[in-house]
């Protein structure tokens, strides 16, 4: 089992930067794969960035060269530093780690972008 909770959401005005963390009850080193995915008011869930237990990156279109996904393996903590926010980016943010073949799911954050 793993609990996860996210932080780190807020209102912040258009090319403004937030930073979201997942905290994770459990050591996110056994992780294979954690993620942040978004979902927007009316639309489905989208998958946003994940990192691997080795490292690799991946992140969606919309959001490379802005948003930086990262783990701090000491505090069990996932972060998305999210720079140069559109109001595109709008949406409760979930953080997903995946243990094996069971995956976990926090309650999410909201960030509204907003002048």
């Known amino acids: 089992q793993a609990q996860l909770v996210e932080s780190g959401g807020g209102l912040v005005q258009p090319g403004g930067s937030l930073r979201l963390s997942c905290a994770a009850s459990r050591s996110i080193i056994s992780s294979i794969i954690m993620r942040w995915y978004r979902q927007a008011p009316g639309k489905q869930r989208e998958w946003v960035a994940q990192i691997t237990h080795e490292g690799t990156i991946y992140y969606t279109d919309s959001v490379k060269d802005r948003f930086i996904i990262s783990t701090d393996r000491a505090k069990n903590t996932m972060y998305l530093q999210m720079n140069s926010l559109k109001p595109e980016d709008t949406a409760l943010y979930y953080c997903?780690?995946?243990?094996?073949?069971?995956?976990?799911w926090g309650q999410g954050t909201q960030v509204t972008v907003s002048s």
């Open positions: 997903n780690a995946q243990y094996g073949n069971d995956n976990y």
